[in-house]
Nanobody, 115 residues
Framework: QVQLVESEGGLVQPGGSLRLSCAASGSVSSIYTMGWYRQAPGKQRELVASITNRGSTNYVDSVKGRFTISRDNANIVYLQMDSLNAEDTAVYYC??????????WGQGTQVTVSS
């Protein structure tokens, strides 16, 4: 079992920045990939960014060049979000996949981009 605890999101003005963090605990040695998904009202949940335990990253096209995912040795994953716009408004979920293909989710945190 892996437990994920996310930092709080918030309200950000267009063009602003926000950093999310997610701390994993429990069976962390089994973690292969950590990432962030988001779900906007009326839309399906989508993968925003992910990072493997080897440091390989993947981003959805809409955030490339604006968002950066990173992971430290303490099993905390960060999502640095810059140049935010209204389309980034969503509930953001931390996710981890283990080497045995189990998926775990955080509780979700609201990010709202609005003036």
């Amino acid at each position: 079992q892996v437990q994920l605890v996310e930092s709080e999101g918030g309200l950000v003005q267009p063009g602003g920045s926000l950093r999310l963090s997610c701390a994993a605990s429990g069976s962390v040695s089994s973690i292969y990939t950590m990432g962030w998904y988001r779900q906007a009202p009326g839309k399906q949940r989508e993968l925003v960014a992910s990072i493997t335990n080897r440091g390989s990253t993947n981003y959805v096209d809409s955030v490339k060049g604006r968002f950066t995912i990173s992971r430290d040795n303490a099993n905390i994953v960060y999502l640095q979000m810059d140049s935010l716009n209204a389309e980034d408004t969503a509930v953001y979920y931390c996710n981890t996949q283990t080497s045995s293909f189990e998926n775990y989710w955080g509780q979700g945190t609201q990010v709202t981009v609005s003036s």
